[in-house]
């Protein structure tokens, strides 16, 4: 894979010295701020998010090779990064209008990523909702969004990271059983489809074709519901990996921290050659009660002891399970 000089550079950045991505995603914002509204209605929506992500930032993507923030309340934890973490931004709005069809994706108001890359940042992440089975109108508006947005990264000079994460348009749950039949092929559509140079895209963050929880044998979790064999399993894992032509990367998918590590290490013995992950949840999410119920001083106790811990259970993890980009 041949770059260009600033795509090289924000490459690298964003990775460690052994060209592995060890990233912390906090892009987050209405999930987010729902939760924490859930365990305290008197923080604001704003003020929820950016408090909640500065000591994110703080500690954990200290911690990490980088770090990804959005810039509608991200840029206070922006500023507390250290000058060798990355910075990667959202350069979607949160969610989608669920009132239209087709989950169609917006770009923020106020940035372009001239802007964006003027503020610092060194990677720019589009995060697009796509089922490939759709209506053919609905995933061509979305094509040409992520051509506009490479075109941008490409005038720009700026690494372009594709988010891709399916859905059913019929309205299957992501993590039921009947979807987990159809989702191998979407991923693997993503591999093929948007490794393609049309797009411009230099590293996909995607989803891992099989839910752990949804492989025979891994009857320790509590939402244990075998759909496919771990022989089969491995079998999509590796032939999704070999679609794609371009580095990727695994996002962890709302999964614990337990089962994210335990699919980290079943992709790799499955042949899947992932050159890092960008992992939120599995990381922090079990602080948001700290933060919203008890206040500063024991979010932060939180962040420095069990976060740290399961950022470096993470971490530990990838370092021996992916596959450097180069």
Request: aromatic letters at 12%; a negative charge; charged letters at 25%.
């Amino acid at each position: 894979m041949t770059l260009s000089p600033g795509k090289q550079h924000g490459l690298e950045l964003i990775s460690d010295d052994n060209h592995i991505i060890l990233a912390t995603a906090m892009d987050q914002r209405g999930s987010l701020g729902k939760l924490i509204g859930s365990f305290n209605d008197n923080i604001t929506y704003e003020n929820g998010l950016r408090k909640f992500k500065q000591g994110v930032s703080d500690v954990l993507g200290n911690q990490s090779s980088s770090l990804l923030l959005d810039p509608e309340y991200g840029w206070d934890a922006a500023a507390k990064l250290n000058d060798n973490v990355g910075l990667i931004m959202a350069y979607e709005k949160t969610g989608y209008d669920a009132t239209e069809k087709g989950r169609l994706p917006n770009l923020v108001d106020y940035y372009a990523v001239k802007d964006l890359v003027a503020a610092g940042a060194n990677a720019i992440k589009l995060l697009v909702y796509y089922d490939y089975q759709e209506d053919e109108y609905i995933n061509q508006m979305k094509k040409t969004m992520i051509k506009r947005v490479g075109d941008e990264c490409k005038q720009n000079d700026i690494l372009f990271i594709l988010e891709p994460v399916s859905y059913s348009a019929e309205g299957l749950a992501s993590k039921g059983t009947e979807f987990a039949k159809q989702k191998p092929s979407i991923v693997d559509y993503f591999m093929e489809e948007f490794s393609k140079e049309i797009y411009g895209i230099d590293v996909l963050k995607v989803e891992v074709p099989v839910f752990i929880f949804h492989i025979e044998g891994y009857e320790q979790y509590d939402n244990y519901d075998p759909v496919y064999s771990k022989e089969a399993a491995a079998e999509l894992y590796r032939n999704s990996s070999e679609k794609s032509r371009i580095p990727f990367i695994y996002l962890s998918g709302g999964v614990t921290n337990d089962q994210f590590i335990e699919t980290l290490y079943f992709a790799k013995e499955a042949g899947a050659k992932f050159s890092g992950s960008l992992c939120g949840r599995a990381i922090w999410k079990d602080g948001v009660e700290s933060f919203a119920s008890e206040g500063s001083n024991a979010y932060y106790q939180w962040l420095h002891t069990t976060g740290v811990d399961n950022l470096r259970k993470v971490q530990a993890a990838i370092k021996k399970t992916s596959t450097p980009w180069t």
